[in-house]
């Protein structure tokens, strides 16, 4: 197994999008297979050698970010072992965890199947994915990393294997379930009796009432054990696919256009004008103006922007195309401002400035040197405008500068404030804080994606209590006796003690 101690060849494992610095390690270890990194696992469990999971690097909570302890590395890890299509259309992958999630899309694509997904970061690692139940644009229609995955293979701190189906291991009436490791043994643990907010949701570990077992290795932040392989759902793929930006003068006007498009999409609607939305995405003004560096056709007026898209036939095409043009200029906007992509390369085109906005946010916080203060909040779908009126008020009195974007299909929001020094992030950090107020008393979460790590231990305690983190801590210990994998993601290793 190749292993790298030299400073030089570990520095970028000692980084991620979140930009917290000063973490630091002895060794770097990159395992081929499950028997090297199971080898590995049980000599740092009788070593109490701290072990941080490394996948891709695009995390933004510090989940990647070690501060002692060795380095397990997945990168190697990363063949697609098989992708099958079924006679109904649809099909299923075996992937290992460092597989990086641009070459799975890739992959399915050429046996014509679909990965709903679709996390927006594209380089990120399938097992970094299920780590946080990643979603990206389409998770409106299609849902979260969470609902695709049909089985695991994960390494415990022991060495053990936990090789888990979904549907095959449920939790009782009091909570407790038995994990069956490769051994013949199995594992008894009682999951946490804290209620989850009926939002998206990737804060702490997963619990709810007669809950499959392996929901709960989805969304655990590396720190019960390791994703080394994941069988995954795909579907048909889409017969067409529409995508649109249109620009509004008014933000509001934008937000207008949002609601009624959900409204129109559900399916209980009743409506037969063929609106029917697999994405909703919403940028402000200031996410317009900071994309306009890049993009200098952005209309210059604009103040609110959606991007969107559906899936169409050739049939359906030019009259959904319509449709969606009288819904853009009932709320206000002009077709003149308006992208629509049909091909491929258009289509391209629009999302690379969908990616363009967070790739210029983290440009921004490396350059100043300071800690990304971005949130994950979602809220509940009528309690989303109380959520943007908290963000934009607060805001506009710190006078702290900030883009609001994402996924408002699922009342998702990602507000990135962008402080100029060290000052100005100490207040943004206290804002955060009263976001995170406001969320949870509107029946929020404090991370819908991108998980807990280091950043946001404070946030997960206003939301499930101190017993909830003790809950989740008995849990770790209960999963990984010696404690040593994923230290301080989640929660504190003060609890572990």
Not at 334 to 349: G, H, V
Request: include cysteine; hydrophobic fraction near 35%.
């Amino acid at each position: 197994m190749l292993s790298k101690k030299d400073l030089d060849l570990t520095q970028s494992y000692l980084e991620d999008y979140s930009n917290i610095r000063g973490g630091f390690c002895d060794a770097v270890h990159l395992p081929q297979n499950d028997i090297e990194a199971s080898q590995l696992l049980k000599e740092s469990s009788q070593k109490k050698i701290p072990i941080t999971i490394s996948g891709a690097g695009t995390g933004v909570a510090g989940g990647r970010v070690p501060f002692g302890g060795d380095i397990l590395s997945l990168e190697k890890m990363n063949r697609i072992l098989e992708i099958k299509k079924f006679p109904s259309g649809e099909g299923e992958a075996l992937l290992e965890g460092g597989v990086l999630l641009q070459d799975f899309l890739d992959a399915a694509e050429a046996k014509e199947l679909f990965y709903p997904p679709n996390p927006t970061e594209k380089s990120s690692c399938i097992g970094g994915n299920i780590s946080t139940s990643a979603s990206g644009a389409r998770s409106f229609r299609f849902g979260t990393t969470r609902d695709y995955v049909l089985g695991l293979k994960v390494l415990l701190s022991s060495g053990e294997v936990v090789d888990i189906e979904r549907g095959k291991i449920f939790s009782d009436k009091d909570g407790y379930m038995d994990l069956p490791l490769g051994s013949g043994d199995s594992l008894r643990i009682k999951v946490p009796g804290y209620k989850m907010p009926k939002v998206k949701n990737a804060a702490g570990y997963y619990s709810k009432a007669r809950m499959d077992a392996i929901d709960l290795f989805i969304g655990q932040e590396g720190t019960l054990g390791i994703v080394t392989r994941a069988r995954l759902k795909l579907l048909k793929p889409l017969k067409g696919l529409l995508d649109c930006y249109a620009f509004f003068s008014r933000q509001q006007d934008a937000l207008n256009f949002i609601y009624k498009a959900k409204n129109r999409s559900r399916k209980s609607s009743g409506r037969g004008d063929g609106l029917d939305a697999i994405s909703l995405e919403f940028f402000d003004g200031n996410s317009l103006r900071l994309l306009r560096q890049r993009n200098k056709n952005i209309p210059g007026e604009a103040e609110g922007a959606v991007y969107f898209g559906q899936e169409v036939d050739k049939d359906s095409e030019s009259t959904i195309i319509d449709a969606w043009a009288d819904l853009i200029q009932e709320c206000g906007g002009s077709l003149d401002d308006t992208w629509f992509a049909q091909t491929k390369k258009e289509q391209d085109e629009l999302a690379r400035v969908r990616h363009d906005l967070p790739d210029m946010v983290n440009e921004y916080i490396k350059q100043k040197k300071i800690t990304k203060v971005g949130t994950d909040l979602a809220v509940p779908d009528e309690k989303i405008d109380d959520m943007i009126g908290c963000y934009t008020k607060l805001l506009g009195e710190a006078g702290l500068p900030y883009v609001m974007f994402g996924h408002i299909g699922d009342s998702h929001l990602h507000v990135n404030i962008l402080p100029t020094d060290e000052a100005g992030c100490k207040r943004a950090k206290d804002i955060y804080k009263l976001f995170v107020e406001r969320a949870l008393s509107l029946g929020g979460t404090v991370s819908a994606e991108h998980g807990i790590g280091k950043t946001k231990h404070a946030y997960l305690e206003m939301m499930y209590g101190k017993n909830g983190l003790k809950e989740m801590a008995g849990l770790k210990k209960r999963i990984d006796p010696p404690c040593i994998l994923g230290l301080d993601n989640i929660f504190s290793k003060e609890l572990l003690r």
